[in-house]
């Protein structure tokens, strides 16, 4: 029949068509605000916990590169290409725990914010998304360290740093 005076349309939920849901990266930046919080709030509660705080982020990989390079380099002998292992050991440290840190964050995020998915009209995406920015802070934290380490030993040259670290 007829609508009612001041009803809205209904919306019909359509079946989706792929596997794979489109990335509305329109809603997702209508929502930046709750993301930057959920962010905020994921590196107020690390930081928090750690009895070190922001310390943290350094001694982390230093002491990961330290053990990589006393057994791989010192116990089975794993040479680096002529450069300094401790060097090459920390550069992949600091981007290994940026990838784990995110995957782990962004997998763990809709669980961790059921409530709020459940109670607020939002894309899904944007716990996932939030739970990338926190690690990005411990990455730009080791990326200056090994920075400031590759350039002292001379193990690698700056442009190639400073060209294939973001990647």
């Known amino acids: 029949g007829d609508a009612l005076p001041n009803s809205k349309a209904w919306d019909e939920n359509a079946a989706p068509t792929s596997r794979i849901p489109p990335l509305r990266l329109g809603e997702v930046l209508q929502h930046a ?3 930057f919080f959920l962010a905020q709030r994921d590196v107020k509660a ?3 916990q750690a009895f ?3 310390a943290w982020a ?3 990989p230093v002491i990961g590169a330290i053990v ?3 057994f791989f380099n010192g116990v089975v002998g794993v040479e680096a290409d002529g450069s300094s292992y401790f ?3 920390l550069v992949g440290f600091v981007a290994w725990t940026y990838f784990s840190s995110a995957l782990s964050g962004a997998s763990g995020a809709l669980v961790q914010n059921a409530r709020l998915i459940t109670k607020v009209a939002l894309p899904k995406i944007v716990p996932p998304i939030s739970a990338l920015l926190p690690p990005v802070l411990d990455l730009a934290v080791g990326g200056l360290l090994a920075l400031v380490v590759c350039l002292a030993t001379g193990g690698v040259d700056l442009e190639g740093f400073v060209v294939f670290f973001p990647m």
Do not use: D, H, M
Request: glycine residues 6%; charged residues 15%.
């Open 87 to 89: 060097a090459f050991a």
């Open 58 to 60: 350094v001694i982390q």
């Open 68 to 70: 990589f390079t006393a």
């Open 33 to 35: 605000e709750l993301l």
């Open 52 to 54: 070190l705080g922001f």
């Open 46 to 48: 690390r930081y928090k």
